[in-house]
């Protein structure tokens, strides 16, 4: 695969121009997988686009995508992006901060198990 340093055309072709994918819910520890593959894609679609489908057959992260692709974060996040809006992918953002028990909290609670022996 040619390295996408070559010419700062490619990245722009590869995403039609868009410097931004079009849901912001995407971040490199998004993790993808494919939502339906029998669905085919598209006859219009791109090689990189295909890869990324192929590989999301078990679930990936954009950064591993990005990584295995040898592509800029940002243009596997607006190739990723219009997957998701095609239904070809489905993406699992994590867990935000504010729904996770901080370290105090769990270690209260194991306290409290630890307490009932």
Known sequence: MTDY?????????LTQGRARPTRNTIGL???????DPAKPLPISAS??????????SRLLSLAEAAAHLELPLSVV????????????????????????PNLETLQEVLNGLRKLR
């Open 5 to 13: 340093r070559d010419s700062a055309v490619r990245p722009y072709v």
């Open 29 to 35: 520890d998004t993790l993808l997988v494919a939502a």
């Open 47 to 56: 090689r990189q686009e295909r890869a990324l489908l192929r590989m999301c």
């Open 77 to 100: 996040g607006i190739l990723a992006s219009d997957l998701v809006d095609s239904g070809h992918l489905t993406a699992r953002s994590r867990i935000p901060e504010a729904g996770r």
